[in-house]
């Protein structure tokens, strides 16, 4: 898993085609709330290997955040086929992530 949030951001047109599961992970590499809920995103996240897993920087005036109204960081939103399924804002347990994450991977639920 990639720990750095990247500051090159893909257009929305391009995430809502994206196909099959998607997170975006929205922060910065400054942020404290950012840095500690790291270990909880990878565990929940590692065990997905074929999931698209995209660290956004975001900050203001950053159009892919703010085409999904981020407000605060790290803000986890899970896709399936391009469409927001679940959210999970500055994450603090695992269950949590693993919840959002089966809407998006088990089919039963997709």
Known sequence: MNSTYAPNEPARAEVDAYAGATVL????NWCGWCRNAQPLI????GTQ???RHLKVEDGPGRPL???YRVKLWPTL????DGQ???RVVRPSRL????EALAKITDPVQA
Do not use: M, W
Not at 25 to 28: A, C, R, V, Y
Not at 77 to 80: A, Q, W
């Open 42 to 45: 990878a565990e929940a996240l």
């Open 65 to 67: 955040g703010r085409s």
């Open 84 to 86: 927001e399924v679940a």
């Open 95 to 98: 269950e949590e992530l693993r």
């Open 77 to 80: 939103i899970f896709l399936k």
């Open 49 to 51: 290997p074929q999931l």
């Open 25 to 28: 992970d929205f922060g910065t």
